[in-house]
């Protein structure tokens, strides 16, 4: 069993920066690969960034391609979202999820835990 917290988010002006947490319980979570989400509103969730257990592979979707890094520290059972260059249209709350065959997963289909979301609000 696996729990996870996100955190970080808040209200920030168009431009600016944020980094985002995930942070899980669970001997295991360094077998998992972790993937963040966001659901703007009135709108499906989608997935953002993913990452495979130990940290060597990722990927950002084409929404925050050159904006977005994604990353984990497994000693610290977390796993962040940079996000830099932020704009209205990323307003959304933001989830993150984890699944345990450790290999990136491009869609939510398959991922076996999930946080409650943090909010992330841009400002124009």
């Known amino acids: 069993q696996v729990q996870l917290v996100e955190s970080g988010g808040r209200l920030v002006q168009a431009g600016g920066s944020l980094r985002l947490s995930c942070a899980a319980s669970?001997?295991?979570?360094?077998?998992?690969?972790v993937g963040w989400f966001r659901q703007p509103p009135g709108k499906e969730r989608d997935i953002v960034a993913a990452?495979?257990?130990?940290?060597?592979?990722?990927w950002v979707a084409d929404s925050g391609q050159g904006r977005f890094t994604i990353s984990r520290d497994n000693a610290k059972n977390t796993v962040y979202l940079q996000m830099n260059s932020l704009k209205p249209e990323d307003t959304a709350v933001y989830y993150c999820a984890a699944v345990r065959s450790g290999r990136v997963h491009y869609t939510d289909a398959g991922y076996d835990y999930w946080g409650q979301g943090t909010q992330v609000t841009i400002s124009s």
């Open positions: 990452i495979n257990f130990n940290g060597r592979i990722t």
């Open positions: 669970g001997r295991t979570f360094g077998n998992y690969a």
